[in-house]
T-cell receptor
Framework: NAGVMQNPRHLVRRRGQEARLRCSPVKGHSHVYWYRQLPEEGLKFMVYLQKENIIDESGMPKERFSAEFPKEGPSILRIQQVVRGDSAAYFC??????????????FGEGSRLTVL | AQSVSQHNHHVILSEAASLELGCNYSYGGTVNLFWYVQYPGQHLQLLLKYFSGDPLVKGIKGFEAEFIKSKFSFNLRKPSVQWSDTAEYFCAVDNSGGGADGLTFGKGTHLIIQP
């Protein structure tokens, strides 16, 4: 039962380094979402992608953060020059074709980033 | 912008007690409503959802939720909780007519069931 796969599950970076988080959606799903969860906070929407397209990045910080979902391979959330405030759990979710922006999301187990 | 409020951040109950977790949202138009659960060490999974029709929806593991449009609420209930219900519960709302920004989540309620 191949659900949403995220890796790494845990990532430790020093300030100024780069963090790359990967997400493979459920097989057949064409929509990918990234959410961030800070301590004592709910999940905050970051970006919604389809293959080779960013559909909505209204929740992405304007600098240092980028996301892609290439034609082949997993979706990547990239954080450049990490700062301590980037420490959080990053969750990826996917949904089937035809449900873009609405409907049930299938979540991965998250990637926990710690910035020293 | 849409916002979702979950009134209780931490709830502690004994087994067999009844549960009600509050959820209110701000958007006044057509919405889809969800409750997700995150068991310790696991990913979020869907508990139940409301799109249209009967405002009382039943989900997995004996949970149900009632959509009250006039109150902008979608409270989660379970008549008799079990120790295995210990988890984090998130209410989420989607503006079904409002574009592609995914779901808006509440901050979550951490439920602890004492044996």
């Amino acid at each position: 039962n191949a659900g949403v796969m995220q890796n790494p599950r845990h990532l430790v970076r020093r300030r100024g380094q780069e963090a790359r988080l990967r997400c493979s959606p459920v097989k057949g799903h064409s929509h990918v979402y990234w959410y961030r969860q800070l301590p004592e906070e709910g999940l905050k929407f970051m970006v919604y992608l389809q293959k080779e397209n960013i559909i909505d990045e209204s929740g992405m910080p304007k600098e240092r953060f980028s996301a892609e979902f290439p034609k082949e391979g997993p979706s990547i959330l990239r954080i450049q020059q990490v700062v301590r405030g980037d420490s959080a759990a990053y969750f990826c979710a996917s949904s089937p074709p035809g449900t873009g922006g609405t409907g049930e999301l299938f979540f991965g187990e998250g990637s926990r980033l710690t910035v020293l | 912008a849409q916002s979702v409020s979950q009134h209780n951040h931490h709830v502690i109950l004994s087994e067999a007690a009844s549960l009600e977790l509050g959820c209110n949202y701000s958007y006044g138009g057509t919405v889809n409503l969800f409750w997700y659960v995150q068991y310790p060490g696991q990913h979020l999974q869907l508990l139940l959802k409301y799109f249209s029709g009967d405002p009382l929806v039943k989900g997995i593991k004996g949970f149900e939720a009632e959509f009250i449009k006039s109150k902008f609420s979608f409270n989660l209930r379970k008549p008799s909780v079990q120790w295995s219900d210990t988890a984090e519960y998130f209410c989420a709302v989607d503006n079904s007519g409002g574009g592609a920004d995914g779901l808006t989540f509440g901050k979550g309620t951490h439920l602890i069931i004492q044996p």
